[in-house]
């Protein structure tokens, strides 16, 4: 099934289709237009005003830049509609505290509900309860448990991160006998970082020419990526490529290559920062891509619940109702594209 990019456009924009049936009816009857429209289309979302929608919105605390970025992202997309009322929950990563906030909401009754859980598997029976009060979950990246615990899921593709990130290097590098590559990884114990390590080592398979050398996990701070980058190029002292898991790291993983006085390799990030498009676009070092893990996402979530909350569907899909999970690309931005990209970078 072809994936739903919501990354960068709106998911929500255009008419819906039509089916074969309707197109003959409407060729063979007097109806006018608009009747037609109304008997043989189900609606879809669009910018123009419509019944008015209270979305609870359940968020991280912002303690890293792309939390942080995606708060923002949710409350300026809310903003945009005059018939969205956005009821905000203060970001909590402590479980207990953020299940209270979803039960407050749910208690307020709101029409919809968005929720980033600080821990999908412990706030999966806030969400079942949420679903089973009438009330529609958006389930915005990290994942409940169970599927009756949200109507929609939206959320980053990180095996594509890595896939995509390999395919990249490798490309840059298909050429070169005997390339090595390092990877600068994010949190161990994290699901996610295992999924992009398994995507961008899946990735190199299509690329015997490359072969990856040395591995670091870092802890998605400029600290830890400043301290493990100096452990690699201590241990390297020669590769081609190194895939970095995330761009606050890379901050720090920049400083250390800057010390150690060394360019005699490409850099590819991850996530999406504004500092990262920023140096691809100077292109002065050794940091030529990143690869997305859009925080734009939030964005499209109120898109979603919104669409829910009028019982709307998506332009340009057949189906009359949303879809029940939405993955985002994860593109590969470098100095070809970073200008159309710069926008979305977060702090």
């Keep these: ?157 990180n095996y594509g991160m890595g896939l995509n990130a390999a395919h990249y290097i490798g490309e840059k590098l298909k050429d070169k006998p005997n390339a090595r590559v390092i990877e600068l990884a994010g949190l161990d114990n994290l699901e996610l970082t295992k999924q992009r390590t398994q995507g961008f080592d899946d990735g190199l398979k299509n690329y015997p020419n490359i072969k990856k050398v040395a591995r670091q996990a870092a802890e998605f701070t400029v600290e830890s990526g400043q301290a493990k980058m100096a452990q690699l190029l201590q241990a390297q002292s020669r590769f081609d490529a190194l895939w ?36 691809i676009k100077a292109d002065r070092g050794v940091l030529k891509a990143t690869v997305l893990y859009p925080p734009t996402m939030a964005a499209s979530a109120i898109d979603l619940a919104r669409a829910l909350g009028q019982g709307k569907g998506i332009g340009g899909l057949a189906e009359f109702e949303i879809p029940s999970t939405v993955t985002c690309y994860s593109a590969v931005v470098d100095k070809d594209n970073v200008d159309q990209y710069m926008s979305t970078g977060f702090k």
């Excluded at 109806?31 to 669009?46: F, M, R, S």
């Excluded at 606050?248 to 006085?261: K, P, S």
Aim: charged share 25%.
């Design 1 to 157: 099934m072809k994936q739903v990019n919501a990354s960068r456009r709106g998911l929500l924009f255009g008419a819906a289709a039509v089916s074969a049936g309707a197109f003959l009816t409407g060729c063979t009857s007097n109806e006018t237009d608009d009747e037609k429209t109304a008997a043989n289309e189900q609606p879809a979302a669009d910018d123009k005003p419509g019944k008015p929608v209270t979305i609870g919105y359940a968020g991280p605390q912002a303690d890293h830049g792309w939390l942080n970025a995606i708060n923002d992202n949710a409350k300026k997309r809310a903003e945009k509609y005059s018939d969205v009322t956005l009821e905000v929950t203060e970001g909590s990563n402590d479980t207990a505290q953020q299940i209270g906030q979803i039960e407050t909401l749910i208690n307020k009754k709101v029409d919809v509900l968005v929720v980033l859980p600080a821990d999908g598997k412990a706030l999966t029976q806030v969400g079942l309860k949420a679903m089973r009060a009438g009330i529609p979950v958006v389930n915005l990246d990290r994942i409940f448990n169970s599927p009756q615990a949200y109507r929609c899921w939206i959320g980053g593709d």
């Design 244 to 279: 970095n898991h995330d761009d606050d790291q890379g901050v720090g993983a920049l400083r250390a290559i800057e010390q150690a006085g060394r360019d005699d390799f490409l850099m590819v990030g991850g996530a999406g920062a504004l500092s990262a498009f920023e140096a």
